[in-house]
C-alpha cells in the first residue's frame, strides 16, 4: 500500500486526503484569524508579491488551486484576469465564493482535487496555488495537472512555506511547535490542526528540491524567490513547449 506524508506521520494515500480534509473542515471559520495571527499579516504581503510576480493581465484566465478564503483570488480579480477558484475542502471552498460575493465579485468555484483537474488542457495563462501544495498527497501527480492545464507561455506560480535560513532554524522551530499549537487551540479550538501545520512544513520539499519537480513537471525557467529569510518561497516556473 502506497504510504503519503501526514505531517511526521506515514499514512495510506487514501487516508491523507481523508485527514486533511478533516484538518480544514475544523479550522475553516477562524481561518483567516488566525493566518494573520501565526504570520503577523504579512500572509498578505506575500500574496501581493506573489500577484506582482504573476502580472496577470485583464482578460487572461487564471486557476487558483486550494483557494481557500480566497485572498490570492481577491488580489487577482482586481488586476483584470478572469479568475477560476479551485479547492478540494467544500468548507474553505464556500468560504471564498461567499467572501467574493460579499465582495460583489463573481467568480466561477469548482470543487476538486488537484490531482485531477477537471478542465481542458491549455484552460489557463496562469495556474496560482498558495500554501496548498504540501497538503496534497501526490504533489507530482498535481504539477503535472497544472502544467497540463496551462496553454503554451503560461506560468505556474507556487507559494508555499518552505526552508528558513539556517541561523534561524532553532528559533523557528520553537516557534512552530510552541506557539503555533498554543495559538491553535486558543483561537481556534484546535491544537492537533496547527502542529500538522508545522509539521507538514518540516516534510515539504525545500527550495532546490520543488524547482527541480516543477522541472521535471515540464515547466520551464524556474526559478524562486525567497520570503521573510525562507519561511515561504514563491517559485514560478513557464510552459513554454
Avoid at 478572469?82 to 468555484?109: I, K, Q, T, Y
Wanted: with cysteine; hydrophobic share 45%.
Amino acid at each position: 500500500m502506497t504510504k503519503a506524508d501526514f505531517g511526521y506521520d506515514e499514512v495510506p494515500e487514501a487516508e491523507k486526503k481523508v485527514r486533511v480534509g478533516e484538518v480544514f473542515d475544523r479550522v475553516a471559520g477562524r481561518y483567516d484569524v488566525m493566518n494573520d495571527l501565526m504570520s503577523l499579516g504579512l500572509h498578505r504581503l506575500w500574496k501581493r508579491f506573489a500577484v506582482s510576480i504573476a502580472r496577470p493581465q485583464p482578460g487572461e484566465r487564471v486557476l487558483d488551486v486550494a483557494t481557500g478564503s480566497g485572498d490570492l483570488a481577491r488580489a487577482l480579480s482586481e488586476k483584470g484576469a478572469e479568475v477560476w477558484m479551485s479547492d478540494f475542502n467544500h468548507r474553505m471552498l464556500c468560504l471564498g465564493r461567499d467572501r467574493m460575493v460579499d465582495d460583489g465579485r463573481m467568480m466561477p468555484a469548482v470543487q476538486c482535487d488537484a490531482e485531477h483537474l477537471p478542465f481542458a488542457e491549455r484552460s489557463f495563462d496562469c495556474v496560482t496555488v498558495a500554501f496548498g501544495l504540501r497538503n496534497m498527497t501526490r504533489k507530482e501527480r498535481a504539477l503535472a495537472e497544472m502544467m497540463r492545464v496551462l496553454r503554451t507561455g503560461g506560468r505556474l506560480l507556487v507559494l508555499e512555506f518552505s526552508r528558513v535560513w539556517g541561523p534561524l532554524a532553532k528559533a523557528y522551530d520553537a516557534y512552530s511547535f510552541r506557539v503555533l499549537p498554543w495559538l491553535g487551540e486558543r483561537v481556534a479550538g484546535d491544537a492537533a490542526a496547527y502542529r500538522y501545520l508545522a509539521e507538514s512544513i518540516r516534510v515539504h520539499p525545500d527550495q532546490e528540491t520543488l524547482a527541480a519537480m516543477m522541472r521535471s513537471a515540464g515547466l520551464e525557467q524556474v526559478e524562486y524567490f525567497n520570503l521573510a529569510a525562507g519561511v515561504v518561497a514563491l517559485h514560478r516556473g513557464w510552459k513554454l513547449g
